[in-house]
């Protein structure tokens, strides 16, 4: 059956509202905390990666809505302001998103189910606030770190302190990534020292692992490094910067960090961290990442 190019059209218009392309970074959130936790059954991972994703990309469309008068000054080839689609429809959408993703928690545990209650206040916050005040990339950072944990509660070790450590570390990476982002809508120069945020997962890495894991976890690391040089490139060394870019090779590299999180897991399951890895930049092609 072939589709009509005006559902074509909304059809994308809903992936660019959920900022699909960045999705493999959410499932990969969820991989890392539900290994290193000590995994459990493979349906509480896919469950777990349903409510992430719901959660995700109600935040996502909530974003677009409660930006909806920056955008029609700033950003006019946004969904709301193109006339893509009508604002109501994406408020629907959004906390439709959120309210499935919610209930889905509700099949695991209390202490899952209460962090997912922070995670989506720390959307709705991030999403109500972040263009108007500057720490905005903390609050950011919070929905990631929430996110983490409740993959890192799935496992059979339930929630472990190197989970917790993980969380932050991953937290630190993205304020880093949202000082940067922000930029792209704020004006002002873009200082180096916020940046080293990004380098906390691999300063977490060379902390707890030890042995043949710390081999490994070198060359994840190395990896991880040579990645971000590169994006950062892009806005601090090119002739003519592209803070865009820079964001979207970040966001590709939270795959980066999960890897290195999950330093000493089972080969195949490295090779999932790399596919999703190669995903978020193939997905990257057809929908903005930011």
């Known amino acids: 059956m072939t589709l009509k190019p005006e559902t074509k059209r909304y059809l994308r218009t809903l992936l660019v509202l959920g900022r699909a392309s960045n999705l493999p970074t959410v499932w990969s959130n969820c991989l890392a905390g539900w290994l ?10 896919m469950l777990l990666s349903a409510s992430a994703t719901c ?51 509700y099949f695991f545990s209390v202490t899952f189910f209460t962090l997912a ?13 972040h263009k108007a005040i500057a720490f905005s990339p903390v609050i950011m950072a919070s929905c990631r770190f ?34 940067v982002a922000r930029r792209e809508s704020v004006r002002g120069p873009v200082r180096y020292w916020p940046c080293l945020f990004l380098g906390a997962p691999i300063f977490l890495a060379w902390l707890v692992n030890e042995g043949d894991y710390r081999k490994q976890s070198l060359l994840l690391s190395v ?29 590709a590299g939270i795959v980066l960090v999960d890897l290195l999180a999950s330093t000493g897991a089972a080969p195949g399951w490295l090779f999932v961290f790399t596919l999703l890895f190669g995903l978020s930049l193939l997905f990257q092609r057809y929908i903005p990442a930011t």
């Open 146 to 179: 929430f996110l983490f944990l409740m993959a890192a509660t799935v496992g059979r070790n339930a929630l472990v302190g190197l989970g917790v450590w993980t969380a932050l570390a991953l937290g630190c990476y993205i304020v880093g990534l949202s000082y």
């Open 117 to 129: 209650v922070m995670l989506l206040l720390s959307i709705l916050l991030y999403d109500a606030i």
């Open 223 to 251: 990896i991880l490094l040579l990645w971000i040089l590169r994006c950062l490139s892009h806005t601090f060394l090119a002739a003519e910067k592209n803070i865009g870019r820079t964001v979207s090779g970040l966001l």
């Open 55 to 105: 959660l995700y990309v109600g935040g996502m469309y909530l974003n677009d809505a409660f930006d909806v008068e920056f955008d029609r000054q700033n950003r006019k080839e946004r969904p709301i302001p193109s006339g893509a689609i009508s604002a109501g429809d994406v408020w629907g959408y959004g906390f439709s998103w959120l309210g499935l993703g919610l209930a889905l928690a």
């Open 36 to 45: 290193i936790s000590g995994a459990s059954s493979f349906v509480g991972l």
